[in-house]
């Protein structure tokens, strides 16, 4: 079964620590990306990548950080500088293509307590 | 002006009734549109894509105008299954496929 995964599916931090979410895919897509939603907001572009070894900032991108080392994975750091961590994080991807929807992984929600 | 605005509703509808939601954008130059839909702490999943011509999947209809600068969404013989947020989504000029997507607008079809 092609898709996207991500875990944890629910993750709890304290203050100060940082921490790293998972994201896989399996359908050979080129461009990966990361959102943050938070309650009654759209989704806000954290940080993309077109290809491996390349990725560039998003809207949000201040306490975060990103790697993208293979072509199926795209993990995403939450660090200590992130000032209100507390949300919703997204993880899609999408052919390398002006006019394709990008296809979503389940979310991981993260709480810092 | 955001890039992307939506009436957030919600729409409360019985079943059966027929629903329209209208979505701006700003930028006069986007390239492509979505309508996804979103349930409640799930992930958004592609509804339909836009197109200049609109464009039909059964009960659902998408619009665009390119004009005025709006979609719509137009939701016919509404079933209870069909309550969740519905994002409206703009692929602006620029490339690497950056979607700007809208808050949402919160539908509940009631009994």
Same mark, same amino acid.
């Given at each position: ?74 993990? $995403? ?32 929600? $993260?709480?810092?307590? | ?24 954008? !700003? ?14 702490? %799930?992930?958004? %999943? ?31 013989? !509404? ?33």
């Amino acid at each position: 079964d092609g898709g996207i995964t991500q875990s944890p599916k629910y993750l709890f931090r304290k203050e100060g620590q940082n921490v790293t979410l998972s994201c896989e895919q399996n359908l050979n897509h080129d461009a990966m990306y990361w959102y943050r939603q938070d309650p009654g907001q759209g989704l806000r572009l954290i940080y993309y990548s077109q290809i491996v070894n390349d990725f560039q900032k998003g809207d949000i991108a201040e306490g975060y950080s990103v790697s993208r080392e293979k072509k199926e994975s795209f993990p $995403l750091t939450v660090t200590s500088a992130q000032k209100n961590p507390t949300a919703f994080y997204l993880c899609a991807s999408t052919t390398w293509s002006s006019y394709n929807e990008q296809f979503f992984g389940p979310g991981t929600r $993260l709480t810092v307590l | 002006r955001k890039e992307v605005e939506q009436d957030p509703g919600p729409f409360n509808v019985p079943e059966g009734a027929t629903v329209a939601f209208n979505c701006t954008y !700003s930028n006069s130059a986007s390239q492509s549109f979505f309508w996804y839909r979103q349930d409640c702490r %799930k992930e958004p %999943k592609l509804l339909m894509s836009v197109y200049s011509s609109g464009n039909e999947d059964g009960r659902f209809t998408a619009q665009l105008n390119r004009a005025s600068q709006y979609i719509s969404l137009l939701i016919r013989d !509404s079933k209870l299954s069909d309550s969740a947020t519905y994002l409206c989504v703009v692929n602006p000029p620029g490339g690497y496929n950056k979607l700007i997507f809208g808050a949402g607008t919160r539908l509940a079809v009631h009994p």
